[in-house]
């Protein structure tokens, strides 16, 4: 069921980051840029052939496996039940659905349609971009904070073996 909700979610990340990017590559292809906020946002129509930041141009295919080992690699962690909670799932859900745009784009257009441009980041990126970014540090936070410190819930059968009563959460002292 988790594994259900998250690939719904990323298949929604999915959806909106390809229609912006029909919309960009139909709208904004032809005229290259378009300033949003005068000095500090605009839509500039980049064909990245490379990873984040236009790193490492022409390599189109070993990004392309690399993204989909990744995906891989997060799908099985959710259903190996590697990680748990909100927290990791909405990552997953972002990193998967980010990297699944991203890797469309590299399978048909042969590079990643990029045009959020700010200012204060030189770097033109989409919204895929971000929520690998975003999904990226909510990983980060669940690795550095959440990892090996949740104890695990106790099952019937545990409760049962153990000399404390175990509370069904009422508590008016019967």
Not at 20 to 33: D, E, R, T
Not at 42 to 59: I, K, W
Not at 94 to 100: T, Y
């Amino acid at each position: 069921m988790v594994l259900t909700v998250i690939l719904a979610a990323a298949a929604g990340i999915v959806a909106i980051d390809q229609l912006i990017k029909y919309f960009i590559v139909q709208g904004l292809a032809p005229n290259g840029s378009l300033s949003v906020i005068d000095g500090l946002f605009s839509l500039t129509y980049v064909e990245n052939r490379g990873v984040a930041f236009g790193m490492f141009q022409d390599h189109v295919a070993v990004f392309a496996v690399i993204t989909a080992v990744l995906i891989a690699a997060f799908i099985w962690m959710i259903i190996k039940k590697k990680f748990t909670g909100m927290t990791f799932y909405v990552s997953a859900a972002l990193m998967i659905g980010g990297g699944i745009g991203n890797l469309i784009d590299r399978i048909f257009r042969g590079f990643v349609v990029d045009y959020l441009s700010l200012s204060f980041f030189p770097p033109v990126c989409n919204f895929a971009d971000y929520c690998i970014t975003i999904g990226a540090v909510l990983l980060v936070v669940v690795l550095l904070f959440k990892t090996g410190r949740e104890k695990p819930a106790l099952s019937i059968e545990d409760a049962e073996n153990t000399q404390e009563p175990v509370s069904d959460g009422d508590s008016d002292g019967e």
